[in-house]
């Protein structure tokens, strides 16, 4: 008969307990880090954008144009 799946050993994290997990951030390379994180966060956004008009300028120039005037 096959073990239970349910039942199997699962080693404990050290986040398990929050006096073995790191908790010091330097000042400076948190700073460092924060002057390009919205910079990455604003071209992310830009692209998206981007792509998004740049899809409905296709629709518009590949559906709507070769259909003419409807009536």
Same mark, same amino acid.
């Given at each position: 008969? @096959? @073990?239970?799946? #349910?039942t199997?050993?699962n080693?404990?994290?050290a %986040?398990?307990? @929050? =006096?073995? #997990? $790191?908790? !010091?951030?330097? !000042?400076?390379?948190?700073?460092?880090?924060? &002057?390009? /994180?919205?910079?990455?966060?604003?071209?992310? $956004?830009? $692209?998206? /954008? %981007?792509?998004?008009?740049?899809?409905?300028?296709?629709?518009? /120039?590949?559906? =709507?144009?070769? &259909?003419?005037?409807?009536?």
């Open positions: 008969m @096959p @073990p239970d799946p #349910v199997h050993s080693p404990p994290s %986040a398990d307990s @929050p =006096f073995d #997990v $790191a908790d !010091e951030v330097d !000042e400076a390379a948190l700073a460092a880090v924060m &002057r390009y /994180v919205p910079l990455g966060a604003g071209v992310l $956004a830009g $692209a998206a /954008v %981007a792509l998004l008009v740049l899809g409905y300028l296709l629709i518009y /120039v590949l559906v =709507f144009i070769p &259909r003419g005037t409807v009536g």
